[in-house]
């Protein structure tokens, strides 16, 4: 339990100050600025960056580009259509890898923020037990009407202390979908592209339909591992 919690007190001897019991631990817990759950623009954008790079890849793989026209494209020109798309995805590909990398730094930043609100939610809903226990093994000592009072005060911190153990599993499961939306990022932009941009300018000096099919490998290893990253859990 956090430190900076206040500790419980003996309970008040009336019914106003039992109602008001560990007032100044919900008072500590109204302070300080933890970042809304559920709003993740940074892994937001990390995703979307993502998707643009496998489009742009997929439309610049030179077996994927044939598939896609086919002899009656070829026939109407389109084959030269997808070329003139196909020199335009470098550049493309380099602005989107430095999105990638900006949104990937936003998402790292966001780890900490996510820690330190996982942990805040664990230790206030430990704060809230502690204060719990300490109440209902003060009851004994008040009359029955005044235990009555104090109960549903308790109840009333236990509901709390369910709801901050809740929030500290949603901040746990963000904040580990995040790190593997990075360890995708990283494995796409610094394992799987180089190898795809090596393997098409390898196909000049080598076998073409060898390095096409090594194009196509890795294109479906990169498909997947965006496919995998857009599948987080909202």
């Known amino acids: 339990m956090s430190g900076r919690w206040p500790t419980p007190v003996p309970v008040a001897a009336d019914a106003l100050g039992l109602s008001r019991y560990a007032a100044s631990l919900l008072?500590?817990?109204?302070?300080?600025?933890?970042?809304?759950?559920?709003?993740?623009?940074?892994?937001?954008?990390?995703q979307s960056v993502l998707a643009?790079?496998?489009?742009?890849?997929?439309?610049?793989?030179?077996?994927?580009?044939?598939?896609?026209v086919g002899w009656w494209g070829r026939l109407l020109g389109r084959d030269v259509e997808q070329e003139l798309e196909a020199q335009d995805g470098p550049s493309r590909l380099g602005a989107l890898l430095v999105q990638a990398d900006t949104a990937a730094q936003r998402v790292s930043a966001q780890l900490a923020l996510q820690e330190a609100a996982q942990h805040r939610a664990h230790a206030a809903a430990e704060a809230l037990s502690a204060w719990v226990d300490a109440g209902q093994a003060q009851r004994s000592t008040l009359s029955p009407q005044l235990q009555d009072v104090?109960?549903?005060?308790?109840?009333?911190?236990?509901?709390?202390?369910?709801v901050q153990q809740v929030e500290a599993g949603q901040w746990q499961l963000l904040r580990e979908q995040n790190a593997a939306l990075l360890a995708r990022s990283q494995r796409i932009t610094e394992t799987l592209l180089p190898a795809w941009r090596q393997?098409?300018?390898?196909?000049r000096a080598g076998d073409q339909q060898?390095?096409?099919?090594?194009?196509?490998?890795?294109?479906?290893?990169?498909?997947?591992?965006?496919?995998?990253?857009?599948?987080?859990?909202?």
């Open 150 to 162: 104090l109960a549903q005060r308790l109840d009333h911190l236990r509901r709390l202390a369910a």
């Open 199 to 203: 393997t098409l300018l390898a196909r």
């Open 52 to 68: 643009q790079l496998a489009t742009v890849v997929q439309a610049a793989n030179p077996a994927a580009a044939r598939r896609r």
């Open 27 to 46: 008072d500590a817990l109204g302070q300080g600025s933890v970042p809304p759950l559920g709003q993740d623009a940074a892994a937001a954008q990390l």
């Open 210 to 234: 060898e390095r096409d099919q090594q194009a196509a490998q890795l294109l479906a290893q990169i498909s997947a591992e965006v496919a995998s990253a857009q599948a987080r859990l909202d």
